[in-house]
């Protein structure tokens, strides 16, 4: 419970509140044990947004019922698919203990686990494990297969996520401030968009979502540009100047064997 509470940074007093009040499903338990999972920290993540917003407990337990009873949330949350569709195209990948290590074999070490489960790459559900991306997984593999260990791939996903947590906050301040500004006000007013609103909104933001992949992966790929050509001049000028430290060893050489032979 301690750690589903710093994840989801609340208290926990506040997430035994949340239990009390039926806001989040029961943990899964063996024993004494109870286990939270991917899908506890996700509702404490939607219960913070909405409040955010506004919304009353009250309000929000409404909303939470609708969606676990299969109600329509849409017309709760006045909100269209387009609007909270997510915007990554990621397939989860469900995997047994056995097909995980056939993925890493040896780097399959509880650090290793512990680490994935951190930063999210994998979540525990039942006897299975789901890993969050399959080109991620993918990716993973083929890095580890090329010779790199499994936590250097890790550590460089968890930076690879912290700089792309700072782009999506870019481009959700570049929304917020100068396309929604107008609707943002009048939210936080108390005056909920109306039907036309929410599908100006819901349009504004999905045109923004090619617009920030194409952003994202042409800097990308100009970085990387950048970044192996100069890693190859540095790599070239080294290896120029060993290559004339060389050189000019052999002429001292020769040099000596010529005044020997004198």
């Keep these: 419970m301690a750690d589903l509470a710093g994840e989801a940074g609340i208290t926990v007093r506040t997430l035994r509140f949340y239990r009390e009040r039926k806001l989040i499903p029961p943990p899964r338990r063996e024993g004494r044990i109870a286990w939270y999972n991917e899908h506890h920290l996700a ?9 955010e917003r506004g919304h009353t ?22 909100l269209d698919d387009a609007l909270v569709a997510p915007w ?14 056939d993925h890493f074999s040896e780097d399959i070490t509880p650090e290793n686990l ?31 297969g090329r010779g790199i260990p499994l936590a250097d ?18 481009f959700a301040t570049l929304i917020r401030t100068h396309l929604l500004s107008d609707a943002h006000a009048r939210t936080a007013a108390g005056d909920p968009p109306g039907p ?7 349009e504004t933001v999905d045109r923004f979502r090619p617009l920030t992949k194409g952003v994202v992966e042409a800097e990308l790929s100009m970085a990387v540009d950048r970044r192996v050509r100069a890693e190859l001049a540095t790599w070239l000028r080294e290896h120029g100047q060993e290559q004339r ?12 064997r010529e005044q020997d032979g004198e």
């Design 57 to 78: 407990l009250g309000g929000i337990a409404e909303l939470l019922s609708a969606f676990d009873t299969g109600r329509d949330v849409r017309e709760l949350l006045g």
């Design 196 to 202: 036309d609103e929410v599908d100006r909104i819901a």
């Design 114 to 144: 512990t680490t994935s489960l951190d930063i999210g790459y994998l979540a525990v559900d039942g006897d299975e494990f789901v890993h969050i991306s399959r080109r991620l997984l993918d990716a993973s593999t083929e890095l580890v």
């Design 88 to 101: 990554s195209e990621e397939t989860p990948v469900r995997l047994t203990p056995e097909e995980l290590a």
């Design 245 to 256: 430290q060389d050189g000019e060893g052999e002429g001292e050489r020769g040099n000596r």
């Design 153 to 170: 791939v890790l550590e460089a996903g968890r930076q690879v996520r912290a700089h792309a947590d700072a782009l999506a906050g870019i």
């Design 43 to 51: 509702r404490l993540r939607t219960i913070g947004a909405l409040l």
